[in-house]
């Protein structure tokens, strides 16, 4: 279960985030990130931390991007950017649907309560979806 908390947008990335979860007995042999991430500094930083980055390519504007051969040519690397449009997809759902793009409380306690509910209602809408049809007849 993932819980909300503070952090500072300056230094967060995925990078800073593998180094406590080996203190949680989870050990990742890739990490998925959006373009944003694509920095020599953080893919740098996940190799040495024997992890694959899963980035999305940025090569937008002349950008050289730091993710090379190595990890696009292996068949994880596209099966992962699939699977992470899928992720993202909730997140766009939870904030347009679910209008969490701009929070109307306060405190985290709240904000943590309304992305419960938030996710249970995408999940509810999802196992709608998943059901088989039975006839009414």
Wanted: proline residues 6%; charged residues 25%.
């Amino acid at each position: 279960m993932v819980k909300p908390s503070p952090i500072d947008i300056t230094t967060a990335s995925p990078a800073s985030g593998v180094s406590g979860l080996g203190l949680r007995g989870f050990h990742p042999k890739t990490l998925g990130a959006d373009k944003g991430y694509d920095t020599q500094d953080c893919v740098a930083h996940l190799r040495a931390k024997k992890v694959t980055p899963h980035v999305a390519q940025n090569t937008t504007k002349g950008r050289r991007s730091a993710i090379d051969g190595r990890t696009t040519g292996r068949p994880g690397y596209p099966i992962s950017q699939r699977k992470r449009k899928c992720i993202e997809e909730i997140f766009g759902w939870m904030k347009t649907v679910g209008a969490f793009r701009k929070t109307r409380f306060r405190g985290l306690e709240r904000v943590d309560f309304a992305g419960y509910l938030v996710a249970t209602a995408y999940n509810l809408v999802r196992l709608v979806r998943l059901a088989p049809v039975s006839s009414l007849g």
